[in-house]
C-alpha cells in the first residue's frame, strides 16, 4: 500500500515550471516556488546583510523582482542562482545606498576646526537630526540644481546618466551639483555651528 502510494505521487514540478506557472497567473505555484528557497535564501542574506530582519525584507524584495522578471526568464536549471543573483544585487544597491548617504552626511558635519564627525555624545540626536534639516534643506534648493544634486549625491547616477535624463552638457551638470553643495552647507552653516558648540 505504502510502496504503491510511493509509486503513484506525482515529481516534483521543477522550478522553472512552476515560474512558468506563475507567470500564467497561479499563485500556488509562486508559493510554492517561495517556500521550496526562502529559508535558504534568508540564511544566504542574513551571512552577507548582517541582519535577520534585514535579510527577510532584502528576500521578499528578491522575490518580488523575480516575478516581476518572470517574463523575461529563460529556463536552463538556473533559477536558484538567478533568484540570489537578484538578491545578492540588492544587497549591492542597498550597500551603495548606505555609503551614500554617509558620504552625503560628510559633506555637511564639518566644524570649523575640520573634523568631519561631532563628539561621540552628539552623534546619534546630530544624526536624527541631520537627517530631517538635510531632506528639508534639499527640498528647497531650485529644481535645476535639485535633481542633478540628488541624482548624483543620492542616487549614485553618473554625470553621463545625468546630462543623458537633463540634456545639459557635463560641465554644466558638474557646476550644477557644485553650486548645490555650496548652497545647502551656506544654508546648514548656523545648524551645525549651533549643534557643534553646545
Same mark, same amino acid.
Given at each position: 500500500?505504502?510502496?504503491?502510494?510511493?509509486?503513484?505521487?506525482?515529481?516534483?514540478?521543477?522550478?522553472?515550471?512552476?515560474?512558468?506557472?506563475?507567470?500564467?497567473?497561479?499563485?500556488?505555484?509562486?508559493?510554492?516556488?517561495?517556500?521550496? $528557497?526562502?529559508?535558504?535564501?534568508?540564511?544566504?542574506?542574513?551571512?552577507?546583510?548582517?541582519?535577520?530582519?534585514?535579510? *527577510?525584507?532584502?528576500?521578499?524584495?528578491?522575490?518580488?523582482?523575480?516575478?516581476?522578471?518572470?517574463?523575461?526568464?529563460?529556463?536552463?536549471?538556473?533559477?536558484?542562482?538567478?533568484?540570489?543573483?537578484?538578491?545578492?544585487?540588492?544587497?549591492?544597491? &542597498?550597500?551603495?545606498?548606505?555609503?551614500?548617504?554617509?558620504?552625503?552626511?560628510?559633506?555637511?558635519?564639518?566644524?570649523?576646526?575640520? $573634523?568631519?564627525?561631532?563628539?561621540?555624545?552628539?552623534?546619534?540626536?546630530?544624526?536624527?537630526?541631520?537627517?530631517?534639516?538635510?531632506?528639508?534643506?534639499?527640498?528647497?534648493?531650485?529644481?535645476?540644481?535639485?535633481?542633478?544634486?540628488?541624482?548624483?549625491?543620492?542616487?549614485?547616477?553618473?554625470?553621463? &546618466?545625468?546630462?543623458?535624463?537633463?540634456?545639459?552638457?557635463?560641465?554644466?551638470?558638474?557646476?550644477?551639483? $557644485?553650486?548645490?553643495?555650496?548652497?545647502?552647507? *551656506?544654508?546648514?552653516?548656523?545648524?551645525?555651528?549651533?549643534?557643534?558648540?553646545?
Amino acid at each position: 500500500m505504502l510502496q504503491n502510494a510511493l509509486t503513484d505521487r506525482e515529481p516534483a514540478a521543477s522550478d522553472g515550471a512552476l515560474l512558468e506557472a506563475a507567470r500564467s497567473g497561479d499563485r500556488a505555484a509562486f508559493a510554492e516556488l517561495i517556500d521550496r $528557497h526562502k529559508d535558504a535564501l534568508v540564511s544566504y542574506l542574513t551571512r552577507i546583510a548582517g541582519r535577520t530582519d534585514e535579510a *527577510e525584507d532584502l528576500a521578499q524584495e528578491a522575490f518580488l523582482r523575480l516575478y516581476e522578471r518572470s517574463q523575461g526568464y529563460r529556463e536552463e536549471g538556473k533559477l536558484k542562482s538567478y533568484l540570489f543573483s537578484i538578491a545578492t544585487n540588492l544587497v549591492r544597491s &542597498q550597500e551603495r545606498q548606505r555609503r551614500r548617504r554617509e558620504a552625503l552626511r560628510s559633506i555637511f558635519l564639518q566644524s570649523a576646526n575640520g $573634523h568631519r564627525t561631532p563628539p561621540p555624545q552628539q552623534r546619534g540626536l546630530l544624526g536624527r537630526e541631520l537627517q530631517l534639516q538635510l531632506a528639508a534643506a534639499i527640498a528647497e534648493l531650485p529644481l535645476r540644481y535639485r535633481t542633478p544634486f540628488v541624482l548624483f549625491e543620492v542616487e549614485g547616477w553618473s554625470y553621463r &546618466q545625468i546630462c543623458d535624463l537633463t540634456g545639459c552638457r557635463e560641465g554644466t551638470v558638474k557646476s550644477r551639483i $557644485h553650486r548645490a553643495r555650496r548652497w545647502l552647507r *551656506e544654508r546648514l552653516e548656523p545648524y551645525w555651528k549651533r549643534g557643534l558648540t553646545t
